[in-house]
């Protein structure tokens, strides 16, 4: 009855509050609290009771460090919730706001497994027969402390990858990066593994080893700004001049460009056709490929429209064909 009036009390103190961090915190804190007001009266009611005093000293050891650990877990995770809230990646320049997400992540998963670790190890010492294995284990730590370090060896190179990540920050929330040939954003990170999304909604599973000993592309590493081409290959004869003005004058009526970067460039001269490089900058990963392909849909219109010989085509010359551009060089210019 007393949790449920106090909880009820704290819903509408937060109701009135504008931050939304209140309510996380109750919403994490209700359950444990619940549990650990029962454990406290039932402390009171042994305390007057002889034989529930007898079986309530045995049952403490094991209920007392459970229940601490879940209110600490749950306190750590509001805290972290709270930190995410204020952490906003939905703007455009979210760069600090995804380290901070990432470095929440992965420290808050650390301090549980932690948590959780010291928890059962309260559990377990308060079993008799448990704590006199831990001491001749400890006793003869020779053999034993190189098997079992052997067989823990790759939960423990991830979580200690997993420590390494959080503190030189390769990758981050959100981070648009290329990965055994995938291009996609990094979805979670764990303390074992990442979760990449690629662009097609699948989702790529990579050890969070992998991100340190192999190399990988990181698109947003600084920043979420990018650069981006689309390439048009076209007749040697094609005038640049008009392409490059419709390029300007499309790009600067689309709402994805961040007006940063227009560029129209001959970049490779081949037998049959040019490269034509059309350069443009977005604010992130998403908005840039869209942005290409708008661009590049519309200047294959415009060239249909205006300028469909700019199109690269393969031609042949007959020999009445070759004469009569032969005949065409020989005559006489004022003829």
Known sequence: MLHFLVFLLLRRVARRSDSASDNVLIARICGPVRVALVALALVLVAQRVTILEEWWAVVARFVMPVIAGW??????????????????????????????????????????????????GLVLLAIPGVRDIGVALVASAGLAGLAVGAAAQPALKSLIAGVQMALTEPINIDDAVVIEGEWGWIEDIRTTYVVVKI??????????????????????????NLLGTALLYLDPATRIGPIREEFERQIAGNRRWDGRVKVVQVTETMRDAI???????ATDSPTLFDLRCDIREGMLEWLADNQPEAFAATRVMTPAHAALALSDRAEPKGA
């Open 71 to 120: 209110i600490a877990i749950a306190v750590l995770h509001a805290l972290v919730e709270t930190m995410k809230i204020r952490a906003d990646i939905t703007v455009a320049d979210n760069l600090a706001a995804r380290r901070k997400r990432t470095r929440l992540s992965l420290f808050s998963r650390i301090a549980t497994f932690v948590i959780v670790f010291v928890t059962v």
């Open 199 to 224: 662009w097609d909604e699948r989702r790529l599973v990579v050890p969070t080893a992998h991100f340190l000993d192999s190399a990988f592309q990181n698109w947003t590493k600084k920043t979420a």
């Open 275 to 281: 490269e034509v490089r059309l350069l443009m900058s």
